[in-house]
């Protein structure tokens, strides 16, 4: 699998329910970001965890990032319809200009 | 302070057409990133410029493709002669000089339909 791999690739929830998703990737990195975008739009950053940080939290969203099994999670807490969108993890890979994305996990919320 | 800015937001070529796609740094930004995104995919990287010199231009197809950011003006990234295989979705993303590339900002894209 390549650099910035999410995991579920889809996921359907119900409004109010929480949503996890995963992200693996395979070299050392100095940060971490997660990103949302919305069907035919443009990228929203949401948080960037930094590679001596455990835990991240931003309003209703969670990051967690383990550097021993190079994997990191994102979770949204009661979710809402506007959070239906596709959810991408970003590396650096050691790089201080590239980043390296997941094809991402397209996340469905439902009314 | 307006974030970066890229135009056209859709774009429209016929097979063997060019395409210039335009990204204006976010102001005080003298470094600017191109990324493509496929469909149903994530975006790959595609070069790396500052003012008047192209740094890593290792994610640019070798051919049909070129990039430029003068000292005046935008970014611009070029496709001559396009295929379908060019439809995507074109991001350009900006830092300072003493920033991080990867912890740059986004513009919304350029979306590229060729017909």
């Known amino acids: 699998s390549q650099q910035g791999e999410e995991d579920p690739q889809a996921l359907s929830i119900q409004e109010g329910e929480n949503a996890t998703m995963n992200c693996s990737y395979k070299?050392?990195?100095?940060?971490l970001q997660w990103y949302r975008q919305n069907s035919g739009r443009g990228l929203v950053h949401l948080i960037l965890?930094?590679?001596?940080?455990r835990e991240k939290h931003s309003g209703r969203l969670r990051v967690t990032l383990d550097t021993s099994k190079k994997s990191s999670s994102l979770l949204i807490t009661a979710s809402r319809a506007a959070d239906t969108a596709s959810y991408f993890c970003a590396t650096d890979e050691g790089s201080n200009y590239k980043l390296t994305f997941g094809k991402g996990t397209l996340l469905t919320v439902n009314p | 302070n307006a974030g970066v800015m890229q135009n056209p937001r859709h774009l429209v070529r016929r097979r063997g057409q060019e395409a210039r796609l335009r990204c204006s740094p976010m102001?005080?930004?003298?470094?600017v990133y191109w990324y493509r995104q496929l469909p149903e995919e994530g975006l790959k990287f595609m070069v790396y410029?500052?003012?008047?010199?192209?740094?890593?231009e290792s994610g640019m197809p070798k051919e049909r493709f070129s990039a430029e950011f003068p000292k005046e003006g935008p970014s611009i990234l070029r496709i001559q002669q396009v295929v379908r295989g060019d439809s995507a979705a074109y991001f350009c993303?900006?830092?300072?000089?003493?920033?991080?590339?990867?912890?740059?900002?986004f513009g919304q894209g350029t979306r590229l339909t060729v017909v």
């Open positions: 070299t050392s990195i100095n940060n």
């Open positions: 993303a900006s830092s300072p000089p003493d920033g991080r590339g990867t912890e740059a900002f």
């Open positions: 410029l500052q003012k008047e010199n192209i740094i890593d």
């Open positions: 965890i930094r590679s001596n940080e």
């Open positions: 102001k005080g930004h003298s470094h």
